[in-house]
């Protein structure tokens, strides 16, 4: 059964850090690239940061460049987003997303982050 769960949001002040992360199980996960997006309130779902299989190429929406990284363990499964400098633009539930090649793609549950004085 395939399985991504993300973990680590929560509410931060702008300015704050937050680091999530996405557990994987029930497939190969180096075979496969991850991405994180993320989905505000009345908004289209958008693609923030994804790494490929082994970690060596990673690629951020402009929006979230310099702030925010993206990095994997292969031996634990397990995607990392680290969020620096959140802004209040930032919230929305952050979804973690596995794709092999052009094959399916899977989806986890989300995590939301708010961001909020």
């Known amino acids: 059964q395939v399985q991504l769960v993300e973990s680590g949001g929560g509410r931060v002040q702008p300015g704050g850090s937050l680091r999530l992360s996405c557990a994987a199980s029930?497939?190969?996960?180096?075979?496969?690239?991850v991405s994180w997006y993320r989905q505000a309130p009345g908004k289209e779902r958008e693609l923030v940061a994804d790494?490929?299989?082994?970690?060596?190429?990673?690629n951020y929406a402009d929006s979230v460049k310099g702030r925010f990284t993206i990095s994997r363990d292969n031996a634990k499964n397990t995607v990392y987003l680290q969020m620096n400098s959140l802004k209040l633009e930032d919230t929305a539930v952050y979804y973690c997303?596995?794709?092999?090649?052009?094959?399916?793609?899977?989806w986890g549950q989300g995590t939301q982050v708010t961001v909020s004085s």
């Open positions: 029930g497939f190969t996960f180096i075979w496969y690239t």
């Open positions: 790494i490929t299989n082994t970690g060596g190429n990673t």
């Open positions: 997303s596995a794709q092999k090649g052009a094959g399916a793609r899977y």
